[in-house]
């Protein structure tokens, strides 16, 4: 007799975090909500990783590759594997506060216009520091907070644009509407893509500040310093050119296909990853194109809906000139993480 589908799904993509998956796999052990799977879907680790969920959590669904596909791959292949009609995603290096799902599950519950739902995530090291309350875009995506104190401006629900996949819920009918994460991406950026799709066929989003993960951010992704620049660069244009409104598209593109021959003045990343990246978002103009002729085909609200949801890209490019001058007097450029 086949056992009845749990209601909710939670997916986790991992690479080589065998002791932070660990972390992460017992926190959700001690959720208040109980009416879930876990999906694990392992991008060719070789640390243990399958070993020690065979041992140590038999539970948990196992999805494995024999080598790294990336994020998008892996998530695609949980949600797949996944029966709930709820899907968590949640990074390998996070860990829940114990009514995280429940937070979550009663989110989209209340709130049937609401397609996708972000959480509060603080930084591990200090949880007094905020990782993301959502994502926004400009010119460029980012996480809402990042870097600042947690507080009163961070403790509102409310609209964004969309969530960091890092830690999000997601209604089943969302992918079955929508499509997949686009596995172009590879990783990085592909929450935002999927985010502005979803925005224009009508599933809104919901920053829920109560449903917090505590984030070892950069503690997986950390290990491709190089290629992470490299798969950024490429990442910020195909998500610019392939989703923007051309309201957005057509003054600031020229802007955009620039920024990396800049980018190593006041980033700090090697030149030659910046260039690289440009160079090979240029192979994937044909790609770009379909995929924004689907988005746009199957937009079901009218445009204004997402550029209300976008942030002003005046300020990114004046953000980006200041540190340019500053750069130029001589201070020292951040490092990429």
Known sequence: MTAAAPRASVVIPTWNGRALLEAALRSLRAQTFRDFETVVVDNGSRDGTVEMLRRDFPEVVRVEFPENRGFAVAVNA?????RGRVLMLFNNDAEADPDWLERLVAVLDARPEIGSVASKMVTARD??????AGAAMGLFAYDMGRGRPDGPPFDRGREVLCACAGAA????????TIGDFDETF???????????????AGFGCWYEPSARVRHHAHA?????SIPKAVFMVRNALLLFFQTMPLRRLVPWGPVMLAWPFLDPLFSGWPWRATVRGWLKF???VPHVLRARRRTYRGRRVPVSRLTGLLEDASPDFGRALRLLVARLGGAKPARVS
């Not at 949980?78 to 996944?82: D, L």
């Open 169 to 176: 819920a997601y209604r089943r009918e969302l992918f079955e």
């Open 282 to 284: 240029w192979p994937l």
């Open 78 to 82: 949980g949600v797949r594997a996944a």
């Open 127 to 132: 949880p007094s520091i905020l990782d993301s």
């Open 220 to 224: 997986t992704a950390g290990q491709l």
């Open 186 to 200: 590879f990783a990085w950026f592909e929450d935002v893509e999927l985010g502005i799709r979803a925005q224009l």
